[in-house]
């Protein structure tokens, strides 16, 4: 066990769940979109949706998208911050079913028109599992760095891809797959030690059956 599981991070506070949690969720949807958000729609379910404004969740979420980490002084002034960034700001309760009580629903848009959808969870002491990006299964906690390939369901991706992370130094210690149907369209989340070759995004995605390749470092 680290010892902040049991302190809690360095943090602007006054929750690790609905502070220090919620700017990891805002950094991971930030990371997916790649670039600076002009537009961002953030769901608040549960505990999230009831104590957002008391616990300033509204204000880490936002943080996290601006790209600001969770012992950021400018945290607690950050949505005076995306307003002078011009980001277009929405909140809105959600209901899902069987989520956890801290779960956010975020969606960003860049200037260029590419949008991300990330639904993710606060789960304590400053630690967050991601459950769904852009309407797909893909379960990770960014504490590690990260790989979510969109790929053509079809004998041998798998191989391929792990075949080309191997001959790269790369060692996997956590591999989830997720399709919507046979044949369709697949994704898979894959979690890696430290020390991964930069750049091995762009190897993954010139493999004929691979649509798309994100790497997200570690937060």
Known sequence: MNVFDIIGPVMIGPSSSHTAGAVRLGLVARQLLGGEPVEASIGLC???ART???HGTDRALVAGIL???QDDERLRGSLELAAQRGLKLSLREVELEDAHPNTAVIELTDAKGKSVRLEGASIGGGNVRISRVNGLPAVFTGERPTLLVLHRDEPGVIAAVADRLSRQGANICSF????LQRGGLAVMTIEMDAGVPE???EG???LPQVLSCTYLAPI
């Open 46 to 48: 549960g505990s999230f």
């Open 52 to 54: 957002y404004k008391g």
């Open 67 to 69: 790209g600001l980490r």
């Open 176 to 179: 989830q797959l997720a399709r």
């Open 199 to 201: 750049r091995m995004d």
């Open 204 to 206: 993954l995605s010139t």
